[in-house]
């Protein structure tokens, strides 16, 4: 495939793009964050009309929603879109897509080296345009920025996997300036002949990027011993704090049940179930039953947990949600030799059943 050098900066480069894009008819509608001038905040926008994306920012390192739970409810329109993705909501797209909720046929999907994103309460607080210059100093130099999600510093994966179009921004680049954008796939030779650029036939090494993913490992490790959430004794304790708000429901991208069961009529409480539990012990917890949640949660989808760290960052308590998902769901997909949306015909290790598998157990 081909490869053009990007003389400006990328995210520039990719929201020309986009406008080449959309002014050609080559795509519909494009997929992408934006800055909204209003107030200094940041939104997910689908935009139809070349001049929506004149407050594009596609490689801004913040995340409002996951973009791949976004896609999965608009890639069945039949409509052509040019979509920009964060490497963990591609392959959290990619989870959806393996069941049956979402499709790669009228897509073509963008995605970048990636340093993380700043948590929630950041953007909130204003603070972005104020740490945005270090971090891009620091992915430029190959390094793990600081006030990143927790999962976003251990992320290994932060190589796109699978994306039509990949752009490299980190490690091998001075602040943006001089980066990569490679053409991954056919679909994006064709749609993207006429874009400007001088067109090579240069192909991403991974191994310039070693440097962060050692960082990225040694913070993983570090991650994974601080989490005390092992064990049911830490699990009553950790996730007893649990409010019951199920915002991390909302928010994950790999909770893809239609009607959650937590939500259904099974768990809506009456009268007599809270007398009979009364009468046994004498107490009960209000709302209910929010432990079984997150452990229903863990044993339902944790190994397709894909560290985007959303979770987390809605917690109204503080749970390390995601940090949890994410040592246990690589725990549990290590048997199987399973990375979640590493290749959409891999089939999930729950939807496999093979008699050889944990013969040990008897």
């Known amino acids: ?214 960082l990225r490992l040694a913070e993983k490790e570090k991650l994974f011993t601080s989490v005390d959430g092992q064990g049911l004794d830490n699990l009553l304790e950790t996730f007893g704090r649990c409010v019951g708000c199920h915002g991390c429901r909302s928010v994950c991208p790999i909770c893809y049940c239609i009607l959650c069961d937590f939500e259904s009529a099974n768990f809506d409480y009456n009268l007599p179930y809270f007398e009979e539990h009364l009468s046994r012990r004498g107490g009960l917890r209000l709302p209910p039953d929010t432990v079984l949640f997150h452990l229903g949660r863990l044993t339902h989808m944790s190994f397709s947990c894909v560290g985007c760290g959303m979770c987390t960052d809605v917690c109204p308590v503080d749970i390390p949600v995601a940090s949890i998902f994410k040592k246990t769901g690589e725990q549990t997909a290590a048997i199987f030799d399973y990375v979640p949306g590493r290749d959409v015909e891999e089939s999930i290790p729950v939807m496999v059943f093979k008699e050889e598998e944990l013969s040990d157990i008897g």
């Open 1 to 214: 495939m081909s490869s053009i050098t990007i003389e400006t900066s990328a995210s520039r480069k990719v929201t020309d793009l986009l406008r080449f894009l959309l002014e050609n008819g080559r795509i519909d509608a494009a997929l992408t964050m934006r800055k909204i001038p209003e107030n200094n905040s940041y939104d997910l926008g689908l935009i139809t009309d070349a001049s929506g994306l004149d407050d594009a920012v596609p490689i801004v390192p913040v995340m409002t929603a996951n973009a791949g739970k976004v896609l999965s409810s608009i890639s069945a329109s039949g409509k052509n879109l040019a979509v920009v993705l964060k490497p963990c909501e591609l392959r959290a797209f990619v989870e959806l897509v393996k069941r049956e909720q979402g499709s790669f046929d009228n897509l073509l999907t963008i995605s970048y080296t990636c340093g993380g994103v700043f948590p929630l309460d950041l953007v909130a607080a204003d603070r972005i345009d104020e740490l945005l210059p270090k971090y891009e100093k620091n992915i430029a130099k190959g390094e793990v920025p600081l006030n990143t999600r927790d999962t976003c510093r251990a992320c290994e994966h932060f190589i796109p996997m699978n994306a039509d179009i990949s752009v490299s921004v980190a490690g091998d680049c001075e602040s943006g300036t001089g980066c990569m954008m490679y053409f991954n796939t056919e679909k994006a030779d064709k749609l993207t002949e006429g874009f400007p650029g001088e067109r090579g036939e240069l192909e991403f090494d991974p191994a310039t990027l070693k440097k962060m993913l050692d």
